[in-house]
């Protein structure tokens, strides 16, 4: 089936610094997500790309669809601490369902 | 709107045990799936429904039963609990499959199982 490598694992970082996680696949996707868990509750949808090569922001989140469609990254400007969680990415094929990432575990030290 | 609202919260079953898992959207979402999230392995599906009367196999089915008699509800069944099915489950669902500009997969909070 189809895989999804994301890293890092884990992160510790400072609060006010720039943080970037990404995602790779072994096959191209036509559609990348990235969702965010905070704890206790289910993972809420954060941006979606349909496009390779689009850039798309919410806030002080930006990702992209990378030109070979095998990829995306994610990026966090100016972390705080509300940033905690567990971040997912997600990519779809087709009309195949939602393939996700091991996710990346973001911690933010005030 | 509720969204995805799944019960219960938390369960505890003994192996050998049966029990279902209950799953309800109110956004007349044609597609509903079941993921499971154990820690380093992220989200693997288990199974998934593209409408009503209709369910499909995801990567790890095995244990797990489905059914689609309506289109808000996706109950998943445990027939016999294993140890190894210790985990939080998560129902989504979304307008529709494949996932499009105008259908992200909405989840529910999660119900966290043990099996002893």
């Known amino acids: 089936g189809q895989q999804l490598n994301q890293s890092p694992q884990s992160m510790f970082i400072q609060e006010g610094e720039d943080v970037s996680m990404n995602c790779t696949s072994s096959?191209?996707?036509?559609?990348w997500l990235w969702y965010k868990q905070d704890p206790g509750e289910g993972p809420v949808l954060l941006i979606a790309?349909?496009?390779?090569?689009e850039l798309t922001s919410n806030g002080r989140l930006t990702a992209q669809f990378g030109i070979t469609r095998k990829d995306s990254f994610l990026n966090i400007s100016a972390s705080i601490p509300s940033d905690v969680g567990i971040y997912f990415c997600?990519?779809?094929?087709?009309?195949?369902?939602?393939?996700f990432g091991k996710g990346t575990r973001l911690s933010v030290i005030a | 709107n509720a969204g995805v609202t799944q019960t219960p919260k938390f369960q505890v079953l003994k192996t050998g045990q049966s029990m279902t898992l209950q799953c309800a959207q109110d956004?007349?979402?044609?597609?509903m799936s079941w993921y499971r999230q154990d820690p380093g392995m992220g989200l693997r599906l288990i199974h998934y429904?593209?409408?009503?009367?209709?369910?499909d196999q995801g990567e790890v089915p095995n244990g797990y039963n489905v059914s689609r008699s309506t289109t808000e509800d996706f109950p998943l069944r445990l027939l016999s609990a294993a140890p190894s099915q210790t985990s939080v489950y998560f129902c989504?669902?979304?307008?529709?499959?494949?996932?499009?500009?105008?259908?992200?997969?909405?989840f529910g909070n999660g119900t966290r199982l043990t099996v002893t």
């Open positions: 989504a669902s979304s307008y529709s499959r494949p996932t499009g500009r105008n259908s992200p997969l909405h």
């Open positions: 096959s191209i996707f036509n559609t």
């Open positions: 790309l349909y496009k390779a090569g």
């Open positions: 997600a990519g779809q094929a087709g009309n195949t369902p939602l393939v």
């Open positions: 956004m007349n979402h044609e597609y």
């Open positions: 429904s593209v409408g009503a009367g209709i369910t």
